[in-house]
């Protein structure tokens, strides 16, 4: 059991623990191929499919993924180790996939921007994906590896309804926020998606309008994915439905369980980012008929592998 002694406010803990491994294998379709780097566990989006990882930790999914904060305080150096491996292979890798990465109190921590350095600094390239306008802070090392083909920003908006945005994701930055900082990246010559992620049934139903604004901002790569709801995910999901949507609900869920073969969730890997059936077509069709309106997703950002170089502990690079 996790001892929580260091308190970040009146209402988060936070608890500081030391990792022998860093990457992850990424769930995204979008992202397939990419490993995750995870600088923390704990959020508060009421949709969020990491929520199970704090299970593992004798905590629970709900209130405990929400306030009490799990940082890895030498991801810097494990990652800096693993990339120096005699046998290390550069492959795309992204932070902030699982949990975000740019949440309050990375201003403090600097967790990720470690990370950002550790590549930079062997030139390998990584995307992040965030919901935070904190990926701004970090655009003097962005821009310049993004100009090199390093670096790519993806910013999470599931909807422009800033109400239902406090909602499901209560701590994190507001829709015209995130557009802001998807303006930011652009104009800094830093190559910008938009995940329209999670899509949610008869809940977020402006995707349209989402990815409309987000073009507008400079975005120019697009994805989204369907609700997951693994595990303990699906029971707290269906006490906020009852609580924020409770004329609808049974119906939410009845579409969810339509994409899912029947069930809350199915972990098959061919549909469990998508779904099936009808369903999860008619999000698909609006999705790319919108983007191909649009003009997303016509040149893919390729970031180069290629330039990867290792160096030694002393700073120095290979001989051979």
Avoid at 29 to 58: D, M, V, W
Avoid at 185 to 208: C, H, K, R, T, Y
Wanted: glycine share 4%; net charge positive.
């Amino acid at each position: 059991m996790i001892n929580f002694t260091g308190i970040c406010n009146e209402q988060m803990f936070l608890h500081f623990i030391t990792v022998k491994v860093v990457f992850l294998l990424s769930n995204d379709l979008f992202l397939l191929k990419n490993e995750q780097l995870k600088p923390r566990r704990g959020e508060s989006c009421i949709y969020c499919y990491a929520r199970p990882t704090h299970s593992y930790l004798n905590l629970s999914p709900g209130l405990d993924f929400e306030t009490k904060i799990i940082a890895k305080r030498n991801i810097a150096e494990v990652l800096c180790a693993d990339l120096r491996r005699p046998k290390y292979v550069p492959r795309l890798l992204n932070i902030g996939s699982a949990t975000d990465c740019y949440q309050p109190l990375e201003r403090e921590l600097r967790l990720t921007r470690s990370l950002i350095e550790v590549m930079k600094d062997v030139r390998h390239p990584f995307s992040i994906i965030t919901k935070s306008s904190g990926v701004e802070r970090d655009v003097d090392l962005l821009a310049p590896l993004a100009w090199e083909k390093l670096a790519a920003v993806y910013v999470t908006i599931t909807t422009l309804d800033g109400e239902l945005a406090r909602r499901m994701e209560p701590r994190a930055a507001s829709p015209e926020r995130r557009l802001r900082t998807i303006r930011t990246m652009a104009a800094n010559g830093i190559p910008v998606g938009v995940s329209v992620a999670p899509q949610i049934p008869f809940v977020n139903d402006d995707l349209e309008q989402v990815l409309e604004a987000a073009w507008a901002a400079g975005a120019r790569t697009a994805f989204y994915t369907v609700i997951r709801l693994p595990w303990e995910v699906a029971p707290l999901f269906r006490q906020w439905l009852d609580l924020h949507y409770p004329q609808r609900a049974s119906r939410i869920m009845a579409r969810i369980q339509e994409m899912r073969g029947g069930k809350d969730y199915n972990s098959d890997f061919a549909s469990r980012m998508k779904g099936h059936g009808i369903w999860a077509d008619l999000i698909k069709q609006r999705f790319e008929k919108t983007c191909h309106r649009l003009g997303f997703n016509r040149e893919r950002v390729e970031l180069d592998l290629s330039q990867f170089k290792p160096t030694t502990k002393n700073g120095q690079g290979k001989l051979f």
